[in-house]
């Protein structure tokens, strides 16, 4: 692990505390895979708005894979790509039942083999359910990484692979949600607070742009 990175990791714990609590609203490993597969392109607040009335409804996989299609696409309307997210959940629901007795596998080639599982949802469920320490990247932890100099490239795989070979495992899990809570509250897109960012020195995002703005202001004097 490079001095930096240790820095960076360093003021993230320090900024957003040590605890690990994951934002979707779940009770068990089903219900979070269920979270997860809704929030694609959704807040974490919007979901847990709609799950806290659709886990009554539909209590298990069981209840879900024997869900009426155009019903549970209403049910998840608000979370946006309801077409898609309700027919993968249904077939994710029915793999599950009939498959796993209705519950959810840790292995990772297990769960990317579910309808609308890929490795971001899979690796969530192995983090924050079996304990399994898992590098979560979604579009914060792209953007982020690159800027901070943690990893490089848009390949969200080689972008977790770069970050597990980076960062210390007992930071894995951490990683995610510290860099998430940054990008939601500073490294915003498409616009960063740069100027009260507490990694700014840190960060040779900014440090480049610090110089770029300084050459042109020297330009601009000449």
């Not at 990175?5 to 269920?34: M, S």
């Not at 616009?191 to 440090?207: A, G």
Request: proline letters at 4%.
């Amino acid at each position: 692990m490079r001095a930096n990175t240790k820095r960076i990791l360093d003021r993230l714990d320090t900024q957003y505390g040590t605890d690990i609590r994951c934002y979707l609203d779940h009770e068990n490993a089903w219900q979070l895979l269920v979270a997860t597969i809704l929030s694609a392109q959704c807040t974490d607040a919007r979901v847990n708005i709609v799950t806290k009335d659709l886990f009554r409804k539909y209590p298990d996989a069981a209840a879900m894979a024997a869900a009426d299609l155009e019903v549970l696409e209403q049910d998840i309307k608000s979370t946006g790509f309801y077409h898609n997210k309700a027919r993968n959940l249904i077939a994710c629901c029915r793999k599950l039942t009939e498959e796993y007795g209705g519950e959810v596998p840790c292995d990772i080639d297990l769960l990317t083999a579910l309808p609308g599982v890929g490795r971001k949802t899979a690796n969530v469920i192995r983090g924050n359910i079996y304990g399994e320490p898992s590098v979560v990247v979604d579009t914060h932890v792209k953007r982020i990484s690159n800027k901070l100099g943690l990893a490089k490239g848009d390949d969200p795989v080689k972008i977790e692979f770069a970050l597990m070979k980076e960062i210390p495992k007992d930071h894995w899990i951490a990683i995610n949600l510290h860099l998430i809570k940054l990008g939601r509250e500073i490294c915003k897109a498409p616009v960063p607070k740069c100027e009260i960012c507490f990694l700014q020195d840190l960060c040779p995002s900014y440090q480049k742009g610090v110089v770029k703005k300084h050459t042109k202001q020297q330009r601009k004097t000449t």
